[in-house]
């Protein structure tokens, strides 16, 4: 079983950056990672999609809505995932979510096998 562990969560005032940090547990080893991912959600929101990057290849993939302003990133040697969080706005509160996919296509939300408990991001305007 793996365990996704986030970090990096706080709070900060509009404008401000926070780094994000998602590390997959030792057995993550035994696991083939085929894409890891953000999702956020928001007080009465569902959960969306913010960001994933490939295991192989690193190719990324933003939401519209942090495009230009999140990057993510990997450290395949510690089976880590970033998210650098730039120009955060008010509307980037959430808790944000780590997620870990297993497969061979590109999964759909539901399809992730694994997911994080969360970090906790509150943007102050």
């Known amino acids: 079983q793996v365990q996704l562990v986030e970090s990096g969560g706080g709070l900060v005032q509009a404008g401000g950056s926070l780094r994000l940090s998602c590390a997959a547990s030792?057995?993550?080893?035994?696991?083939?990672?085929?894409?890891m991912a953000w999702f956020r959600q928001a007080p009465g929101k569902e959960r969306e999609f913010v960001a994933a990057i490939r295991w192989s290849g690193g190719s990324t993939y933003y939401a519209d809505s942090v495009k230009g302003r999140f990057t993510i990133s990997r450290d395949n040697t510690k089976n880590t995932v970033f998210l650098q969080m730039d120009s955060l706005k008010p509307e980037d509160t959430a808790v944000y979510y780590c997620?870990?996919?297993?497969?061979?296509?590109?999964?759909?939300?539901?399809?992730?096998?694994?997911w994080g408990q969360g970090t906790r991001v509150t943007v102050s305007s």
């Open positions: 997620a870990m996919d297993s497969g061979r296509l590109f999964p759909a939300t539901h399809e992730y096998d694994y």
């Open positions: 030792a057995s993550a080893w035994q696991y083939y990672i085929n894409v």
